[in-house]
């Protein structure tokens, strides 16, 4: 075995960051440029911005029509006044209206007569439809404050005003390298076992573009100490802010630290957060460089929390995503004292109040970071969060977003994740958490719409809701039909172990349908960590295994009736009822979609 | 006077809507085309995504350590286990865990011994420390569906799933063609009365882009027909949409309408609205061209309404802002029946509950569009509002911005515009609208804060709050101190009619202090339309006028106790206590900013 790193002693999260500031003092600082206001949308401004001249620049007709004198109609009595040409001048909009004329009257008001004459039907006051200079925008008042983000609103008000050209923050150029040597590019082929495809590097250099930053993405550097120094003199030359990713951990091959130790200081190396633990904070040639580790979560996490802040104050955008806080559902949780954690939870906004539902925690889980709508951090001190906790939720999807989705708790089938295509090209979104009981995540209001499985057989909707009026006391309760669907077993190509029925299934390995979708299932039986699973068949010819048909079954929904008027819940029940759903479950195969839609409320007759 | 387009017949904005859409057809069509993965930020996915391959593919390990039989630990008893250099492998994090081992044992548990053997001090269960293959996605799972945009955990996840690119939908092409023979562009300098400084253009390109098209800004057209039907054919046959702005309405110079005779169909000219009524919505070569009108607001409205939809569905963007419902403030409001109004509103967020403060209404107000947050709509039916109405409004600035703003009301002082320029340099918003009296909002619940102005003799502090108690009944009030300025009289340079005294204003033109800011007073008075208005030492100076020095005064800021821990509340205390603050009053001159930020409350004590 090789030297390794072991035992990292580890900093708190924010003595790592105050010791990275100190060390980085004074050369992390925003630089300004001046661009044309025209080419400014989403810029950041540098300065405050006052008029420099007053809009209008003269007093200016606010009509199509005629400047005139407003005294020649204090004297006229009757409807009509008669003008000879000198007594007016025809005006556009925006015009000026110069002495001795002070009133427009609009077009639609002015008959022409003979001679150049007009008849006017209407009156006008001195200053009427006439827009007096200044009253816009006034020579000297402040129009945008400094750090404002350019919106096209804004550029419009700053040319009238004759504000060609705006200050704003440089944007900050950062560098992503990758390392190791098993990195392969996505799309390329010809993989071996023990390959990584190179992911991080993609996901990186977005979220420095997100945060302000012009990025450069290297290809990935092999597990060399020379390469790694090579590239990193390189990336430093260049930019104002360098990650490696990955090899920063306790692996054989990682040179990063040494490399860095060469190059400048290493500031941190192991931070007490969970994950992320093996973060490095260095720099080198009065630059930044953070070390990543490589596995997806927790890159994102050391980016998020080491190189984020740093890019967005030299961009001059605002720090921090929003906070909730939200009521921790699913179990207690503990924790060791001593390191800060990150849970990824997906949050649901149900009448107004948040619930965050912890998903899988492995750090390697890009699938959970895509999935989640928030970070709920456990500090220090915490050992044991309990279910039903108030605890606080850093959004990584707009609150607006988070506001606005339909969460569906309950067993997954396919055909929700054909609703949530057809959902979302219909600009709504839908969020469906695999388990195999949603009812408990409505009951506690969790949840929008629980999904539930029942025996084919019992088609009787009354009972059914008469069932759910007394598990929901003094609520009305909507049941909304979804399908009947072909149930069966997924095993092996040609059926190895031999599985007929529910019966075989208590000999073998059987893939847990737990908080899993059935592509998961089919997957743990297609790698052959499982021998079995109950599921689809869609999901079985997907993945290329066999399918054993068993007893048909229905698959509705239930939620509250207060809710079926939600935009999102019509749009959901919409989409069962469409022509293109069907059409899309007869692709799939194995469904009966009779009446999918239907929609029955307690105490309440059908509707649609 | 030559021909003019008088009484434009008016159709309703859903009916317009409608007959654009149907002469339209199926020529608006979105297209799609594939990027790369990692290039994808921020675009729209045209078809739903499925995982192509599991991740990881193999078992990995989930730990630098090494991997072992569980086995071994089976019947070991004690603490440590020795192992045979045959007995386990050195894995890094992501290596592969091959048969016959199946799970990992952490570095930092593995203590070297003689021989290529180790120590093992901790104990593993089968797959632990072990990714099972598909564990993270699963081959043929739906990773994002349609419609979705892009993040930088897509990336990730995608790339992770070797999906190299993604199809997406192609960026719609619009071009702006602006039209007047009057106008010039920003910053060329030598302008002459009559002049009007392109504006809208740069607006409506940013409109485009911030609708996902790529667009072309044309140089302004002179009011000449044969180049505007030039320009727009040059324009339509590289672009998916043109918009013509100006010359829509009834002007004598407004050719538009012709010109899209001749090469098209004029679909609607005249939309029953406000503002924005003379729009045109016609097809040509089965392009979509609006012709919107020339004011700003007009502009920005009839874009918003006519192209945008046009525009995001060809991107693949979700149509819609977010629409909250707010509390109307200010006075009644009548409007005809038959056309939609859009007001814009500041929308002021105040414990949770909306207030929508309708702003200056003029069309061509630029600057109105950028101080609202919103656009409350009165419907076609609707002829009054009564203040304290619950009406909708469509936000335009995003709803955690509007709800994050301090929100302060009374009259203005220039200290405002340096406290906002502050706070908003860390990253805190404030908006300040101008009126006289700031109480009656603030009691309204319509505020956070309001300004109060006072004698500067009276600088009673304790008598002050008692006043605001009675004021507010039953509630506990702050009372954060502000300065004492040097009131006075803003008159032409000279002071030509010698004006010397508040009772010297009688006889004048006073400009007028409601809802304005003091740069507003300054320019009436520096442009003639007033003769003499109240205001501050720097506003005269900033504007060139003449100061004659009446009495101080003291301005301070009166808000509910409870408010004072509000984020922004505590930025905007902290600003007023800031040496930068006091720096920055001293440079504009005519403040004493002794005790800036002190804040006392009713029942308690002074705090800071």
Redesign the interface.
């Known amino acids: 075995?090789q030297k390794?790193n072991?035992?990292l002693p580890v900093v708190p999260v924010a003595d790592a960051l105050s010791l990275f500031t100190r060390a980085l003092g004074a050369s992390v600082e925003a630089r300004f440029k001046t661009v044309a206001?025209?080419d400014s949308?989403g810029r950041v401004l540098g300065a405050?911005v006052y008029?420099r001249s007053?809009?209008?620049?003269?007093n200016?007709s606010?009509m199509?029509g005629i400047a005139v004198r407003s005294e020649v109609f204090l004297n006229a009595g009757g409807e009509a006044v008669l003008l000879h040409e000198a007594d007016f001048a025809?005006v556009?909009?925006?015009?000026?209206v110069k002495r001795p004329f002070d009133a427009v009257v609009m077009?639609?008001d002015v008959v022409?007569r003979e001679a150049g004459a007009?008849e006017v039907r209407a009156r006008v006051a001195c200053r009427q439809n006439v827009?007096?200079?200044?009253?816009?925008?006034?020579?000297?008042?402040?129009?945008?404050?400094?750090?404002?983000v350019m919106?096209?609103?804004?550029?419009?008000?700053?040319?009238?005003g004759?504000?060609?050209?705006v200050e704003v923050y440089r944007r900050p150029r950062a560098a992503i390298l990758p390392t190791g040597t098993?990195l392969r590019?996505?799309?390329?082929g010809g993989?071996e076992?023990?390959d990584?495809?190179?992911?991080?590097?993609?996901?990186?250099?977005?979220?420095a573009?997100?945060c302000g930053a012009v990025c450069t993405?290297y290809p990935p550097t092999p597990d060399d100490p020379a390469a790694l120094r090579d590239a990193l003199k390189e990336a430093l030359s260049s930019h104002d802010l360098v990650v490696v990713n990955a090899a920063s951990?306790?692996?054989?091959?990682d040179y990063t630290v040494g490399v860095l130790r060469e190059l400048g200081e290493v500031v941190v190396h192991g931070v007490a957060m969970k994950p992320g633990r093996p973060v490095i904070l260095a720099v080198a040639g009065g630059k930044p460089v953070i070390g990543a580790p490589?596995?997806?979560v927790a890159a994102?996490l050391s980016f998020r929390l080491f190189a984020a802040p740093l890019l967005r104050n030299l961009s001059g955008l605002?720090?921090?995503a929003?906070v909730v806080r939200a009521r921790l559902s699913g179990g207690a949780r503990q924790k060791p004292p001593g390191a800060r954690e990150y849970l990824r939870v997906r949050v649901s906004c149900v009448d107004g109040a948040f619930h965050a539902q912890p998903l899988g925690q492995?750090s390697?889980?890009?699938?959970?970071?895509?999935k989640a709508d928030g970070l709920c951090l456990l500090g220090e001190s915490t050992t044991r969060v309990e279910a039903g906790e108030i605890v606080p939720v850093e959004l990584?999807r707009?609150?607006?977003a988070v506001e606005r989705t339909l969460v569906l708790r309950g067993p997954h089938d396919t055909l929700l994740?054909i609703v949530?295509?057809m959902?979302?090209?219909g600009?709504h979104s839908l969020s469906s958490a695999g388990e195999a009981d949603g009812l408990p995540a409505l009951e506690r209001g969790e949840c929008h719409i629980a999904a539930v499985r029942s025996p084919a057989d019992d088609a009787d909707a009354g009972a059914h809701l008469k069932d759910l009026e007394a598990r929901f006391p003094g609520e009305s309760i909507a049941l909304i039909k979804g399908c009947r669907r072909q149930a069966g077993i997924l095993v092996a190509p040609g059926n190895p172990l031999v599985i007929r029925s529910r019966g075989d299934l208590a000999a073998c390995r059987l893939a847990k349908d737990e908080g899993s979708?059935q592509?998961?299932?089919?997957?743990?039986v297609?790698?052959g960590?499982a021998d079995a699973g109950l599921g689809s068949p869609s999901?079985a010819r997907?993945?290329g295994l066999d399918f054993v048909p068993l007893d048909a079954e229905r698959y509705d929904f239930v939620c509250r009736a207060r809710h079926v008027q939600l935009p999102a819940c019509a749009a959901f029940i919409q989409t069962l009822q469409s022509a293109a759903l069907r059409r899309r479950l007869e692709e799939a195969g194995g469904y009966d979609p009779s009446g999918c839609g239907e929609t029955r409320t307690s105490g309440g007759a059908a509707s649609a």
Chains 1, 2 share one sequence.
């Open positions: 075995m390794r072991l035992n206001t025209g949308l405050a008029a007053s809009s209008p620049m003269f200016a606010a199509d025809s556009n909009t925006g015009d000026p077009a639609e022409e007009v827009r007096m200079a200044g009253e816009d925008v006034a020579s000297g008042e402040m129009l945008l404050p400094s750090r404002h919106r096209p609103v804004d550029i419009g008000l700053l040319l009238a004759n504000i060609a050209g098993e590019a996505a799309g390329s993989y076992e023990g990584i495809i190179e992911s991080n590097g993609g996901m990186l250099r977005a979220m573009e997100e993405l951990s306790a692996g054989t091959e490589g596995y997806p994102h605002p720090d921090g929003p492995g390697s889980s890009a699938a959970s970071l895509v990584i707009p609150l607006e994740d949530r295509d959902m979302s090209e600009g979708t592509s998961a299932l089919a997957a743990a297609a790698s960590s999901a997907n993945a």
